[in-house]
């Protein structure tokens, strides 16, 4: 797993629940819903890919439900919810995430999104666990995270299953998840940055 200032601060307990924690669940509010309207066009675009993206999108529809016991542990109002400004730099892994259900092959966006689900689910056990430790969040609370850093072997099937079925462009492909991986850096950075 990448080293992620952001994350390694959460892991020592040392990041401010109104602050870092509330900002990390507000932009969350606006990834989730961007990338399950992705994850369905793409499932409308490819028969043999469709279910990979459905169990993703379903995937982000379920994870909604649980961001909200996350943000109010965090003591994010409406108000604040309502009138939050997203950060651009935070923004970009949704936006590329829509590009990618635009513009790539639904066998190159499979390939790109499943290269960063080890560093993502990575990040969401490490912050599940200082959750708990440091801050005293209840399961309900840490639900999100928990959410993504399970494994899921049928989501695995599924991916294995659209790219056995499809040609892929490796190097796009490969480019795709770079990009993907390096927008997802970027989130992190970028929250980093903004929050004392």
Same mark, same amino acid.
């Given at each position: 797993?990448?080293?992620?200032?952001?994350?390694?601060?959460?892991?020592?307990?040392?990041?401010?629940?109104?602050?870092?924690? /509330?900002?990390? @669940? +507000?932009?969350?509010?606006?990834?989730?819903?961007?990338?399950?309207? &992705?994850f369905?066009?793409? #499932?409308? *675009?490819?028969?043999?890919?469709?279910?990979?993206?459905?169990l993703?999108?379903?995937?982000?529809?379920l994870?909604?439900?649980r961001?909200g016991?996350?943000?109010?542990?965090?003591?994010?109002t409406?108000?604040?919810?309502?009138?939050?400004?997203?950060?651009?730099?935070?923004?970009?892994?949704p936006?590329f995430?829509?590009?990618?259900?635009?513009?790539?092959?639904?066998?190159? /966006?499979?390939? @790109? +999104?499943?290269a960063?689900?080890?560093?993502?689910g990575?990040?969401? &056990?490490?912050?599940?666990? #200082?959750? *708990?430790?440091?801050?005293?969040?209840t399961?309900?609370?840490?639900?999100f995270?928990?959410?993504f850093a399970?494994?899921?072997?049928e989501?695995?099937?599924?991916?294995?299953?659209a790219?056995?079925?499809?040609?892929?462009?490796?190097a796009?492909?490969h480019r795709y998840?770079?990009?993907?991986?390096?927008y997802?850096?970027?989130?992190?950075?970028?929250?980093?940055?903004?929050?004392?």
């Amino acid at each position: 797993m990448t080293e992620n200032p952001l994350v390694s601060l959460i892991a020592r307990g040392e990041t401010d629940r109104t602050t870092t924690l /509330a900002a990390l @669940a +507000l932009e969350q509010s606006r990834v989730i819903p961007a990338d399950r309207r &992705a994850f369905l066009h793409l #499932a409308q *675009r490819s028969a043999s890919a469709a279910p990979f993206f459905t169990l993703l999108a379903e995937g982000e529809a379920l994870a909604g439900e649980r961001l909200g016991a996350f943000a109010a542990a965090c003591g994010v109002t409406e108000e604040q919810a309502a009138g939050h400004e997203p950060l651009p730099g935070c923004q970009a892994y949704p936006a590329f995430v829509a590009w990618l259900a635009l513009n790539a092959a639904p066998a190159e /966006a499979v390939f @790109a +999104l499943t290269a960063n689900f080890s560093t993502w689910g990575g990040y969401c &056990a490490t912050i599940a666990e #200082a959750l *708990r430790r440091h801050y005293g969040f209840t399961d309900e609370a840490c639900a999100f995270f928990d959410f993504f850093a399970e494994p899921s072997p049928e989501l695995d099937r599924q991916a294995r299953a659209a790219l056995e079925a499809s040609e892929l462009d490796e190097a796009r492909a490969h480019r795709y998840a770079r990009l993907l991986q390096s927008y997802e850096n970027q989130f992190w950075s970028t929250l980093h940055a903004a929050t004392p």
